[in-house]
């Protein structure tokens, strides 16, 4: 599936040309009014003329396999900054502008910046560090890609998140990541001062905002900032079942015969890290259920390797952890928001009883809207499945349990 766009259009009648489009694509309101003004025709790519408003598209759901959901077409104000927002969609901007905040400058900040500002729906990516100085020369540095990558976001390096004003999104990335021979828990200290005070400051600057915590432990350091902002616990998010969903999707795409990374539909839930559970009875790869494409002994041998992927990548680097997918994910979670995009996607939340699970934060499937969590989806799983999704949160529960209380 596209989404056309207003600048298609404008490309479209620089050309003189139909803009063609496939059965199942998206065209923004804000396209169809920009062809009406240019007198562009949007056509199928057989030139049957499209109706002036496109149907909502359904779609598979894998929280309900088997049945069609209906996904609504992203909200159009989102893709040209400026454009009017629909009644009931328009958040909070006190401030101003459509900012996205970056905390942290460091290796996962910078990619998830540079994804966020190539989306071109914000007026401004923010970047926060310490080091201010790292912060403003990543921002300039990203700022020359504008022509390069044909975005009009601003993008700006402070060293404080007063200093960048108030956001509607915020992705928290600062802290140490891991050495080789450190596990993610060892970080649990240090991290925990940074993120806490972090999500307090963030708290009196971006009442409204939504937070998306990176840093590791990540489960831990996601309740850890919801307790700290005092936030409902739908504005306060962790990634990491991005991340792993997607080294899963991408090492079993390896495999003989799986096909290509995007169609392996699978979803890793649990925690970041030795309780992540992939139901492998959900698990699908170009519609065929993934063990009669990848023979069982090599399938459990990638669910481990997606499992360790993130120490792999680390014995590798030898300074530090992994940050393409990880920045990439963040970006995704946050413009899985912004579009309203209505996809399933897992994200570490504070657990409502669904599952079972209660009151501690895991990686669970869920839908996003522009405020946060719209809803934890409740996905049939085969009882041993069940039964580690809970046994994660109870380990995650245990280590909350054990952290230094002063942060
Ligand atoms: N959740 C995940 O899936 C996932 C994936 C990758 C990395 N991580 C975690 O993300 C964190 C960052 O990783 P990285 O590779 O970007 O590290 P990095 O060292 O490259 O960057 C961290 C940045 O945070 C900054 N910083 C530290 N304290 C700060 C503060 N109080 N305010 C503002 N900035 C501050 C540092 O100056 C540094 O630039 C680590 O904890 C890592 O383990 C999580
Ligand atoms: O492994 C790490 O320490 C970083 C991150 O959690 C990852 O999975 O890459």
Request: aromatic residues 2%.
């Amino acid at each position: 599936m596209n989404v056309w766009g207003a600048s298609d259009v404008d490309a479209a009648a620089a050309r003189g040309a139909t803009l063609r489009v496939g059965p199942r694509d998206v065209v923004t309101p804000l396209a169809r009014e920009r062809a009406r003004e240019l007198g562009v025709t949007i056509a199928d790519a057989d030139g049957i003329d499209r109706p002036a408003s496109s149907p909502a598209t359904p779609v598979p759901d894998l929280a309900d396999r088997g049945t069609v959901h209906t996904m609504r077409p992203p909200s159009p104000a989102l893709f040209r900054r400026g454009a009017p927002l629909p009644g009931g969609l328009a958040p909070d901007r006190s401030g101003g502008t459509e900012r996205v905040v970056v905390v942290g400058a460091g290796h996962v900040g910078m990619i998830a910046a540079m994804r966020l500002a190539d989306a071109d729906v914000f007026d401004e990516v923010v970047l926060v560090d310490i080091d201010e100085g790292r912060a403003a020369g990543i921002a300039l540095d990203l700022q020359h890609t504008a022509a390069l990558s044909d975005f009009a976001t601003r993008v700006r390096g402070v060293g404080t998140v007063e200093e960048a004003g108030p956001a509607d999104y915020v992705v928290i990335t600062a802290g140490r990541p891991r050495q080789p021979g450190m596990t993610r828990a060892d970080l649990v200290s240090t991290n925990a001062a940074i993120v806490g005070d972090l999500a307090r400051r963030v708290a009196a600057t971006s009442p409204r905002a939504v937070v998306v915590v990176v840093t590791n432990p990540l489960d831990e350091m996601t309740q850890h900032a919801w307790t700290s902002s005092g936030f409902p616990s739908s504005r306060v998010l962790g990634m990491a079942g991005v991340l792993d969903t997607a080294r899963f999707q991408a090492l079993v795409a390896l495999e003989d015969g799986a096909g290509r990374a995007r169609s392996v539909d699978a979803i890793a839930l649990g925690s970041h890290g030795e309780e992540m559970v992939i139901p492998l009875s959900r698990a699908t790869a170009g519609g065929r259920p993934l063990p009669q494409v990848v023979p069982p002994v090599r399938l459990n041998a990638v669910v481990d390797r997606a499992r360790g992927s993130g120490g792999e990548v680390v014995g590798l680097l030898k300074t530090g952890s992994a940050f393409l997918a990880p920045g990439m994910s963040a970006a995704r979670m946050v413009l899985a928001m912004v579009r309203e995009s209505d996809e399933v996607m897992s994200a570490a939340v504070l657990a409502d009883g669904s599952y079972g699970i209660r009151d501690v934060y895991l990686g669970l499937p869920v839908r996003l809207g522009r405020q946060g969590l719209r809803e934890i989806v409740t996905i049939p799983l085969a009882p041993e499945e069940l039964a580690a999704l809970r046994e994660a949160g109870d380990r995650i529960r245990e280590r909350l349990g054990a952290m230094p209380r002063a942060s």
